[in-house]
């Protein structure tokens, strides 16, 4: 746009960021901020965008993603085009033969359902590499896949114990199958080469402009900072900060070292102070506090099942203190961080909220706007905790679905009850729960339309694998308004945004999707066919299909 030059959109739908707007709304831009929303008028200063029919919304933030993560993994030997055995194998052949003097091969972003109890075994990846170790996680990051290489450089063998926080899966005979569970990861993820700086700034770009073309225009990246020896991602953002290249609003969630305890806090207060520039800042600290269902590493209040429905005499991992977290949760508060917890079992979302309520009550009822994503399974118990304490609820709406995760190595395990507990949306905004939506990408798509198609069917979008069959537990659907408010100002209140981003009213960057159906009227079945054809930011179009 030239300087004071006038932009109008009309002639589609207006989504605000809470509802539809009447029709014949039009939306007016100048200087990258929104100067009028409204009925359409004449303006001899103004050019025209027509939306064709289609719908202006604000950009989507997904408020849980790992996009350095992502689109490092987008660089390497990315799984996700696969889904049986055969395919992960062929996809890891063709990887190793292109990249002949690659030390590691790595990448991942296969599914667990793919596999026997979600279990993969070494002698699949030695049968097509056996001279350089292959270290591939899941696509949930909660478990890795090696071969035999890589578990003989790490010394693990039949003799090796399982760590605390992790599970070495074994054979019959007791030796390393070549899956490792959660913290096991960490025996051999020690011994990989270090990622570069440069490494993770590419990869950075590389998954902005995956998000951007999908109308994501802001985020909260779930872990920056230290983790697990990894570099800091947080310097490929100040990088591009600098240099102009971060086109998004990023925050970042600092990451909490669970064998830690507040010896830690100077440490991310340092982080948050050096974290800053432009559009970036590390202002949220991580806590995961339990694991995933499938591996029955996700903190229950009640033991898993086993296959033959009984008790199995285990209830999943707590990876911090329960009786220490409610004591950091506290500090962080006190320090003016907001917490984002990963809160996957009832136990687990549980223990999150009384860490909250520790740290309401010690700031004389007020806080920060501390998130718990996930929320798997959920006690009836603890929902309307939720909005007595101004804890948001962090959805992953693809996840609420019957999938072969779901129906083959979840609901089995959690039986009928517990099943019926799983992703409760609706009765979370029944009780009055603030609502935010990630994708939790590489995990799963980050397509915010697919995660609203998710959300109001409980069912697959039709181009996903597997689609169709009943809705899951579809009395906790949402409408389509109330998941978009989700992804736009509800993501946009907990990144500390409402005044900049997240809804369309006057003052506020222009920073839009625009998509080709007008989601107003779109029947449900079709909202996953519908596509972003523009991305805008602060006024000027950073995506076009």
Known sequence: ???????????????????????????????????????????????????????????????????????????????????????????????????????????????????????????????????????????????????????????????????????????????????????????????????????????????????????????????????????DPIEAYLRAAQAGTLVANAVGALWWNRDRGLEQLPELLESRSTGRAGRFRATSVKMMLDGVAENHTAAMLEPYLDSDGCSAGHSGLDFIDPRELPRFVTALDREGFQVHFHALGDRAVRNALDAVAAARQAAGGRGLRHHLAHLQVVHPDDIPRFARLSATANIQPLWATHEPQMDELTIPFLGQRRSGW??????????????????????????????????????????????????????????????????TSGSARVNGLEESAGAIREGLDADFAIVNADLAHLPAEEICQAAVAQTWVRGEVVYQQ
Request: proline share 8%.
């Open 1 to 231: 746009m030239r300087p004071g030059e006038e932009l109008v959109f009309h002639n589609g739908t207006v989504f605000d960021g809470r509802q539809f707007r009447p029709a014949g709304t039009s939306v007016r831009i100048s200087g990258g901020k929104i100067t009028a929303v409204g009925p359409t008028g004449p303006s001899y200063r103004a050019a025209a965008v027509d939306l064709a029919g289609g719908t202006l919304l604000p950009g989507f933030i997904d408020a849980h993603v790992h996009p350095v993560f992502a689109g490092d993994q987008l660089r390497r030997c990315d799984l996700r085009t696969a889904s049986t055995p055969a395919g992960y194998v062929a996809l890891v052949a063709a990887y190793a033969a292109d990249h002949p003097d690659e030390e590691w091969i790595t990448g991942g972003g296969w599914s667990m359902d793919a596999f026997p109890g979600g279990i993969p075994t070494r002698e699949l990846l030695d049968a097509v590499v056996a001279d350089r170790p292959v270290y591939l996680p899941n696509r949930d990051g909660h478990g890795v896949w090696v071969n035999s290489k890589a578990l003989a450089l790490a010394g693990i063998d039949r003799s090796t114990p399982d760590p605390a926080d992790g599970r070495i899966e074994r054979d019959a005979a007791g030796e390393p199958n070549g899956m490792l569970q959660e913290g096991a990861a960490l025996l051999v993820s020690r011994l990989l080469p270090a990622v570069t700086g440069e490494d993770w700034y590419q990869a950075l770009l590389t998954a902005q402009a995956h998000l951007l073309s999908l109308g994501i225009t802001g985020w909260q990246d779930a872990i920056v900072g230290r983790n697990h020896g990894e570099p």
């Open 422 to 487: 799983q992703y409760p949306f609706r009765s979370l905004l029944d009780s009055g729960s603030p609502l935010c939506a990630g994708s939790d990408w590489p995990v799963s798509s980050p397509n915010p339309l697919w995660g609203a198609h998710v959300a109001v069917n409980r069912s697959l979008p039709a181009m996903a694998e597997g689609h169709g069959g009943d809705p899951f537990l579809p009395g906790q659907a949402l409408g389509l308004a109330e998941v978009l408010a989700a992804y």
